[in-house]
DNA sequence: CTGAAAGCGCTAACAA
DNA sequence: TTGTTAGCGCTTTCAG
């Protein structure tokens, strides 16, 4: 019944009337008597013409509603203004801030970044960016230090500026831009055993595809031993990462026999999902059970009790890999690691 | 001493060396003895060609590394691959997952989405619309159905599919698929109506940038005038949405001596914000205070006191939007609009 | 199944 | 200041 009732008002395809076809560089030259080379230099700005031809340009342009075919130009100048940008998701806030830092940089330098997303999955980061280097991009700018040989392979001789970004613990295709994921996990497993937590848990997402996290995982564990202690039990989930998630996890882990005392999340996005849950529930955090996350997003901060997390330098890092790229753009040196450090936010959910 | 330190060990960029220089189709078709056009087709998959031929391409390809250059294919065959879409952010979890269901439906149809931001600045759009024409897409989706006029002539003289999104309050270029805003705004002041309120405020950003969030407000203004109420105070702060800026208006409202009993908010952002805020300083929600927002984020429905808002359908939206722009693509006739409704969660903030 | 010729729309390089 | 010539790297078309 929907279906008809829209049926009924179904609009055609445009017509390929009305519009004057118009689409050249030559249509706008014929049409002010100039040649396609000084209507280009106009339209480009570049080389002289006179103040005459710009204005004869700018009408034709007006009137018959030309758009430069940058497919052409990028072709024949054998350079093409994109910068790509392969990230794993962009359903968390992370990865956002990460392109609005480098969108802040690349666009007034006139650079275009291009999005492409992985889902944390290394075979399609391959063929994305097969697809992105076949656009001939100016350089790239890719979350993470791991990739399939391949990939790397391409990236390497493709030539051009390539920025790994959010993880220094590796060694880059060129240079890397973030800070220590490893790091982060220490920290959360010292402050917890400082604070007298001895039946820890840790609950992420199944760390074969989120490489990063599984750093962080590491870290912890590692640290933790260092004290001798070991974790107590580990829930992990199916990707992506989710407040739900993060609720599951913890009753999964309150409900089985582990007695856990402390809980350290794959980032704050479980972390304030367990939290929320604890808060509904009159569970008393941090006394019958501590949490702690990655990542010191505001809203694990605003929380009544606030979050312990770590602040990672997300707009920074988008920031600084863009400054790099143009760095390389310009033909300068950059260094091979670039470590934006980390904020621990003890808060007071542990 | 930073900044030596890093000096110490810059990198110089990659040598031009090394890489087999392969770059076009002659290359491999010199290689492998055949001619570019039997080593397009293979390359394509496109058109007939022996298996002997095929397997002596990839071979070709993978020793060399050979990358298709899409802009000379782009270019030879006057189409694209590429779809255009622009929205206002990405700094709310709203618009990127818009995005996650546009590229979930284009990119298995082998296309592939570019984004672009306007940060709410009519003219930037105009600016991205005309530079994404420029690369000669297949079509474009953009949020919203207010454009400068020159933008829209843009649009509708480019002849290409255009979808407008997260708005039908309004007239399509071509075809609009969302929600009403407006019908949003009246949910909420009927709701508060019934409940009792009667000193009602509202808080959101500047309203002449956020127009989705004006037609909100509206709404909402109207619906309470039916019911014979007014609003009792309002205020504005500047773009972005953000927590922060949820909890420094109702701060302001509980300031003034306006006596609220309930407030609106422009997006869960900003209400989310507000209620932690409450949840932190012992403000009893909705005795003391109602609160509502817009969205129907999982963080608000997740707080100890479920926050009112009304659920968007924001992934929807996105794929229904890329599905038609395949239907324009396959020539077919759209909707001019498709309404995905709205939901209303009662929550226990009001 | 394969190849040669022509051209997509633009710009670099040179000439006038 | 302006125009001409010769491509950029690919695909379409048509012939073999």
Not at 224 to 248: I, R, Y
Request: glycine share 8%.
């Amino acid at each position: 019944v929907l279906n008809s009732k829209l049926n009924q008002r179904l609009v055609a395809p445009a017509k390929t009337v009305a519009k004057l076809d118009v689409k050249t560089l030559s249509d706008i030259a014929s049409r002010t008597g100039l040649s396609k080379m000084t209507v280009s230099r106009v339209m480009r700005g570049e080389g002289s013409f006179s103040v005459k031809a710009k204005e004869k340009v700018q009408k034709a342009v007006r009137e018959t509603g030309y758009v430069h075919n940058r497919l052409a130009g990028s072709l024949a100048t054998q350079k093409s203004s994109l910068v790509a940008v392969i990230v794993p998701t962009i359903g968390n806030i992370v990865f956002t801030e990460v392109l609005a830092g480098i969108s802040q940089v690349l666009t007034p330098a006139g650079l275009q970044p291009v999005l492409a997303v992985t889902d944390y999955d290394l075979e399609r980061e391959d063929a994305l960016v097969e697809t992105m280097l076949s656009w001939r991009p100016q350089g790239v700018i890719i979350a993470g230090l791991e990739h399939t040989p391949l990939t790397r392979k391409r990236l390497k001789r493709s030539g051009i500026a390539i920025i790994e970004v959010m993880d220094i613990d590796g060694s880059p295709i060129d240079c890397a831009v973030g800070f220590s994921h490893s790091e982060a996990g220490q920290i959360i497993a010292r402050h917890f055993v400082k604070q007298g937590y001895r039946r820890i848990a840790y609950a992420g997402t199944d760390l074969t595809y989120d490489v990063r996290a599984a750093k962080r995982f590491k870290g912890f564990v590692k640290e933790l031993s260092v004290h001798g202690l070991h974790l107590t039990a580990d829930v992990m989930t199916p990707l992506p990462t989710s407040l739900e998630a993060g609720e599951n996890a913890l009753r999964k882990l309150m409900e089985s026999a582990a007695d856990i005392d402390a809980v350290y999340f794959s980032n704050d996005d479980m972390a304030v999902g367990a939290l929320q849950y604890c808060l509904r529930n009159a569970i008393a955090v941090p006394e019958a059970m501590a949490l702690a996350g990655f990542n010191g997003l505001g809203i694990g901060q605003g929380m009544p009790i606030a979050l312990t997390s770590i602040r990672s330098p997300r707009v920074e890092t988008g920031i600084r890999s863009a400054e790099l790229l143009l760095d390389r753009l310009a033909g300068k040196g950059v260094p091979r690691t670039v470590n934006l450090g980390l904020q621990f936010l003890a808060g007071q959910s542990s």
